[in-house]
C-alpha cells in the first residue's frame, strides 16, 4: 500500500506562483509513475502533469504546458508541481496519484492510477 499526502497549497493572486509537493510511504517509489490531477468545484476531475518512474518522461495537459512544472526526488519519495502564471481558472482541489504501471512512462491516464492523495486546495484570485 502507498500512502500519498499532499501540501503547499493555498489562495495566490492571479500571475503568481506555487508549488506543490507530494510525499508517498514505502519503499518502492521508485518504481511508480506520478501524476496531479485537479478538481474543480461543479466540474470533473483533470489530468494536470505526469512523470515517469526516472523522471526522464513527463506529460501536461494543454491548459497548462508552458506554466506548471512537474519534477521528482526519488530519494525523498516526493512529487513536486510548480505552477508558475497562475490564473483563476487553475482554482482546483489537486490531487497526486501514483501509478504502479510496469513500464517507465509518463501516465495520463486517470484509471490507470492506483493511489491517490486526499488533495490540497489551490485558489487563484483574480
Known amino acids: 500500500q502507498v500512502q500519498l499526502v499532499e501540501s503547499g497549497g493555498g489562495l495566490v493572486q492571479a500571475g503568481g506562483s506555487l508549488r506543490l509537493s507530494c510525499a508517498a510511504s514505502?519503499?518502492?517509489?521508485?518504481?511508480?509513475?506520478m501524476g496531479w490531477f485537479r478538481q474543480a468545484p461543479g466540474k470533473e476531475r483533470e489530468f494536470v502533469s505526469a512523470?515517469?518512474?526516472?523522471?526522464?518522461?513527463?506529460a501536461s495537459a494543454d491548459s497548462v504546458k508552458g506554466r506548471f512544472t512537474i519534477s521528482r526526488d526519488n530519494a525523498k519519495s516526493t512529487v513536486y508541481l510548480q505552477m508558475n502564471s497562475l490564473r483563476p481558472e487553475d482554482t482546483a482541489v489537486y490531487y497526486c496519484a501514483a501509478s504502479n504501471y510496469p513500464l517507465d512512462i509518463a501516465v495520463v491516464v486517470a484509471t490507470r492510477y492506483d493511489y491517490w492523495g486526499q488533495g490540497t486546495q489551490v485558489t487563484v484570485s483574480s
Open positions: 514505502g519503499r518502492t517509489f521508485s518504481r511508480y509513475a
Open positions: 512523470i515517469s518512474w526516472s523522471g526522464g518522461r513527463t
